[in-house]
């Protein structure tokens, strides 16, 4: 097989640029697991929201909410997005925090609103207004429709003449005669371009090519869910201003995490059912929930740099090979934007306007700023 662009790894990052590459090339997207998304898209509760995360992340998000809301005629007419207002919350003592948050949130998203404990108890009637000081609402966050967009992302790149090799793991990476040479399973693929979007494998695939790893942290988060008791369709998603804790609603239940961090290999990530434990206490402590039991817990694996923003960019010193990896708790909702940027910077276009025109340059997400 011969294309101009490889894509190694089928979550949402690679099937969002294989996507929008598709466009103006030829592209294959390969996956080592049998299905696209396996791993960290497909343990994804991804919510829309303009206000979590570092600025460059923000703003990412903020282009992205266009494509989001409204997407291309080739994804079908699935709704990708609805409505979930996002509820921050703190203890009397997390106050500076909350304030501290408050101005910050303020300065790209003007929509926030200043809660009291009282008027935040009444978006969400389960938590105690004795232990919650206040809280900040962000009225127009959103879910979203993981499955629904992954797939859309990979409907739309078959529809623009795309390939998608699944079970397909890379095992050898070629390119002493210029261009690369690829084996992934039984298949042997040229291409002038390799985008590394392995998510917590990326360094290992770095390493087939002869790039350097970018040092690469994957952590584990655990998810598990519960059933309230009583309606909860409308509550908001509920999260600790320190991000301790949080829990939304999903389909009958609530979906809770205690927002663990746990450092860990590139793994088929599984839940600890201390971690499950400590979500449950943490939720109960500043709610009047009682949770006896939980219906399903798991674990994906959220992977970023020493920064904590995504990489995007060519490798600075093996031509040929551009990195797509590091989102973090972030590619669901920023891969309209950073399939846009990668995608331009494969064709040796400038940066889109809409996305300029928020303030992100390639420089931003280069990892040349990683050393």
């Known amino acids: ?3 101009d662009v490889a894509v190694v790894g089928g979550g949402i990052a690679g099937a969002s640029a294989a996507y929008e590459m598709a466009a103006r090339s030829s592209v294959v997207l390969i996956e080592a697991e049998a299905t696209c998304g396996y791993h960290s898209t497909g ?3 991804a919510v829309f929201t303009e206000c979590y995360g570092e600025p460059v992340v923000r703003r990412l998000a903020i282009g992205s909410r266009s494509f989001l809301e409204t997407p ?3 994804f079908g007419d699935t709704l990708i997005l609805t409505q979930r207002p996002l509820l921050f919350v703190g203890r009397p003592d997390q106050a500076d925090q909350l304030a501290e948050a408050l101005t910050d949130f303020r300065a790209m998203v003007p929509s926030v609103r200043e809660l ?4 935040a108890a009444r978006w969400c009637p389960v938590l105690d207004p004795s232990r919650v000081e206040g809280g900040i609402m ?3 966050s959103q879910d979203i429709d993981v499955h629904a967009l992954h797939l859309g992302f990979q409907t739309g790149l078959r529809r623009r003449g795309g390939q998608i090799l699944t079970g397909a793991p890379v095992t050898a990476i070629d390119g002493s005669s210029g261009g690369w040479r690829l084996t992934a399973a039984e298949t042997e693929i040229e291409a002038a371009v390799i985008v590394d979007a ?9 390493a087939l090519a002869g790039a350097a790893p970018l040092g690469l942290i994957p952590l584990r988060r655990t998810a598990f869910t519960f059933d309230p008791g009583r309606p909860h369709r409308n509550w908001p998603m509920v999260i600790d201003i320190d991000e301790t804790w949080y829990f939304k609603p999903e389909g009958p ?4 995490s205690p927002a663990d961090e746990t450092p860990s290999e590139p793994c088929d990530a599984r839940p600890d059912e201390l971690d499950v434990a400590i979500g449950i206490d943490r939720i109960q402590q500043m709610t009047t929930l009682d949770i006896r039991s939980v219906a399903h817990t798991w674990a994906g694996l959220r992977t970023f740099v020493t920064d904590r923003r995504p990489v995007n960019g060519w490798d600075p010193l093996v031509p040929g090979f551009y990195w797509l990896a590091g989102q973090g708790g972030f590619g669901i909702k920023t891969s309209p934007a950073m ?17 300029d025109d928020i303030g992100l340059t390639f420089t931003d997400l280069a990892p040349q700023r990683l050393g």
């Open 72 to 74: 291309p005629p080739d």
């Open 43 to 45: 343990r994804s509760a």
């Open 116 to 119: 009291t404990g009282e008027e």
């Open 198 to 206: 392995a998510g917590a494998w990326s360094d290992a695939v770095a």
């Open 253 to 256: 239940h609530l979906l809770g």
């Open 339 to 355: 399939a846009q940027v990668a995608a331009a910077a494969v064709a040796g276009d400038p940066m889109p306007a809409a996305l």
């Open 138 to 140: 962000e009225p127009h």
């Open 1 to 3: 097989m011969k294309v």
